[in-house]
């Protein structure tokens, strides 16, 4: 006879544990073992959460090199019924070798699950029967478990889940999280019912009256735009470091329906405008995909959204500062510019539409389309196509947390009819998905991809763009990082393009995250591994540091709400002169837009940010060193940002690496 020693790791997540009965078979290339039971355990049999379980299996022989485990989970005494979220399980041999076999997966029903081991394997690496089975069944399961769906025509596709319980367990969230992100929507929303604000229809009295409702949560920076939200400088700095970078670009020529003059605007030491635009000093902000969108009613009231044009200057004191305003796309009598010589109050009514416009721009196209939309692809398209042993999935797969059932979440509760976003913004669900389907029309490869973004746009001079600067550089360490992962597995070029299941995800992901639309550069396969660590770098990217950016700063930017109107109840002015409060939203919407932004940004209870792994997928020492300096790395840039953030007037806090998540999870 011959021992294998068996170390079963059950997770330290709350309700991890279970009290069924659990049976493990080793299955090896020269045979494999009986089943036997766990007996290393607590009273009952119960393997607590963040248990380590001993236990020996017996084999008359050798078996050879494990391939893989057969775990089983039955019910103890047939009444009692509970899921079990094993770690792992690592096996000595009687030879002296070790074996692991990463699991992180919860069990709830009484089938034969199998896990393979540890070593990360491609599809033309698999040289046994049983390896070759077993990948080809688990991928036939997935693809019946993780099925597309359309959710509207035009915009990505989606997972088919009528409701969170109808996912499946291994991306569901976490207890705690659960727990809280319940809590967190009852509280917020209860404490509003009870001040009286959240059913009240009435307009403000004064915008200063808002005060009533923003002192209950406050931040350091939602304090500052209180304060500033009236100033052009703090206007325009919001277009680099608030919530929506995404928008502005150098301006090189003016567009034909926005023909601002020299006469009209007043620019540092009497230059032209041609002459500024000619130095890269200019800069334009047009939110053409808002033009005559769907709007809807909000208590009774015809809702209004602009889609503006802004011209803004960057002077020699590297302030942005507006200097035109068009509200209209339309050239008209009834659409005037505005500019910074009109009236105060015309001039800062004419910057509350364009910050109400924003608000849309940011929420469908920037925030919803280009991160949580383009997320879920990459997550259903891994989890349909690429097995646990590949390496691919190992690198990947805790850049999907959560982000299936916030998405899920997001559809029925958010943008859907009704929905906390939909019924306090100013377009309906048809107009949401009109400015969906115009941003995924423009939508290209590089705008995704922050360094050819950037270049694209014309901002790489640009002075005090914090998004940029901390952009690009984790962009460089998360790119480093993928090209030491996956140069470990890909030795040329002819690997990347021989391994079908690679190939199968991104052509997935081309037909159903990006409608396989032909000219955006958004690639359909790879041939290279420069270009398989580009694309993987991008997907990194977008479920981390592209999300926080557009993220986390949603109510420290939106909570005062003059600064961020989500809707606007009177038409813009069609002359100068207008009435404010009757304009902004009512009480009930004002209360209810800080609610959802309020949830929206709020920090998750179990985060696991950029960089961490506590799920232990790979077993290869390169993989894992590289894991360690990608940490260092990350490390050493939060550690830059916060000495930089000492000096700024607004610290820039949305990319540091300690802050943000791994994925999409709020």
């Not at 990948?135 to 597309?148: F, N, P």
């Not at 010589?341 to 001039?347: A, N």
């Not at 290209?444 to 998004?467: H, K, M, Q, W």
């Not at 955006?520 to 694309?535: A, C, D, M, N, W």
Request: charged share 25%.
């Amino acid at each position: 006879m011959v021992d294998y020693k068996v170390t079963v790791f059950t997770t330290e997540q709350i309700s991890a544990g279970t009290f069924n009965n659990v049976f493990i078979k080793l299955v090896g290339t020269d045979g494999e073992s009986e089943s036997e039971k766990l007996k290393d355990t607590s009273f009952l049999g119960h393997i607590p959460a963040g248990s380590v379980c001993n236990f020996t299996i017996s084999c008359p022989v050798s078996i050879g090199e494990l391939l893989l485990i057969e775990i089983q989970k039955q019910n103890f005494l047939w009444l009692i019924r509970n899921a079990w979220l094993p770690a792992k399980v690592k096996v000595q041999s009687p030879e002296g070798k070790t074996y692991t076999f990463p699991i992180y997966r919860w069990i709830t029903d009484d089938k034969v699950h199998r896990f393979r081991e540890g070593k990360a394997l491609r599809v033309f690496d698999e040289t046994h029967h049983l390896g070759k089975f077993n990948r080809k069944k688990e991928l036939r399961m997935r693809e019946e478990v993780y099925c597309w769906d359309v959710y509207a025509e035009g915009i990505p596709h989606t997972i088919k889940a009528d409701n969170t319980s109808s996912l499946p367990p291994e991306v569901h969230f976490s207890f705690t999280k659960d727990i809280v992100f319940r809590w967190n929507i009852l509280t917020r929303g209860v404490q509003m019912r009870l001040r009286g604000y959240y059913g009240n229809k009435k307009n403000w009295n004064d915008i200063d009256d808002i005060n009533h409702v923003f002192w209950s949560k406050r931040t350091a920076i939602s304090d500052y735009v209180q304060k500033h939200w009236k100033e052009d400088a703090f206007f325009g700095y919001q277009f680099l470091n608030g919530v929506n970078p995404m928008l502005i670009r150098r301006c090189t020529a003016l567009p034909e329906n926005f023909r601002v003059t020299d006469e009209m605007v007043s620019l540092h030491g009497q230059c032209s405008l041609e002459d500024e635009m000619k130095e890269g000093n200019i800069f334009l902000c047009n939110y053409k995909c808002l033009d005559e969108v769907e709007l809807q009613e909000i208590d009774g009231k015809k809702q209004y959204l602009m889609a503006p044009l802004v011209l803004l200057h960057k002077i020699p004191d590297n302030k942005l500062m507006p200097i035109a305003i068009r509200l209209k796309q339309t050239p008209a009598d009834d659409n005037p510019i505005f500019l910074p010589t009109d009236s105060e109050y015309d001039w800062l009514m004419a910057k509350m539409f364009v910050r109400s416009a924003n608000f849309h721009e940011h929420e469908y196209s920037v925030h919803l389309l280009r991160t949580h939309l383009l997320a879920e692809v990459f997550a259903v398209s891994l989890l349909r196509n690429v097995p646990m042993v590949h390496p691919l999935y190992k690198l990947l797969k805790l850049h999907t947390r959560y982000t299936l059932q916030i998405n899920v979440l997001a559809r029925l509760h958010l943008i859907s009819e009704g929905g906390v976003l939909s019924e306090n913004s100013a377009c309906n669900r048809e107009g949401m998905i009109t400015i969906l389907k115009r941003s995924m029309s423009t939508m290209t490869y590089s705008s995704l991809c922050i360094p050819d973004d950037i270049a694209e746009r014309g901002l790489g001079a640009v002075p005090n763009f914090y998004y940029r600067d901390d952009g690009l550089r984790l962009w460089d360490i998360i790119h480093s990082f993928v090209q030491r992962v996956l140069s470990y597995y890909y030795k040329n070029d002819d690997e990347v393009q021989r391994d079908t299941e690679l190939q199968k995800w991104i052509l997935d992901i081309f037909e159903h995250g990006f409608l396989s639309q032909a000219g955006t550069g958004i690639p359909e396969k790879l041939s290279t591994i420069h270009e398989l660590v580009k694309y993987v770098t991008m997907v990194i990217f977008t479920c981390s540091a592209q999300h926080a950016a557009v993220n986390d700063g949603q109510y420290d930017y939106g909570a005062w709400m003059p600064n961020t109107p989500t809707t606007m109840q009177l038409p813009p002015p069609t002359t100068k002169g207008t009435t404010m409060v009757e304009t902004i939203p009512n009480i009930s919407t004002t209360v209810k837009g800080m609610v959802a932004m309020w949830l929206l940004s709020q920090p998750p209870s179990d985060f696991v940010a950029l960089g961490d792994y506590p799920e232990e997928h790979f077993n290869e020492k390169d993989p894992c060193e590289a894991i360690k300096d990608f940490q260092h790395e990350l490390k050493k840039l939060s550690a830059e940002i916060r000495v930089r953030n000492t000096s700024l007037e607004i610290p820039y806090t949305y990319m540091d690496p300690t802050e943000m998540e791994n994925s999409v999870t709020i």
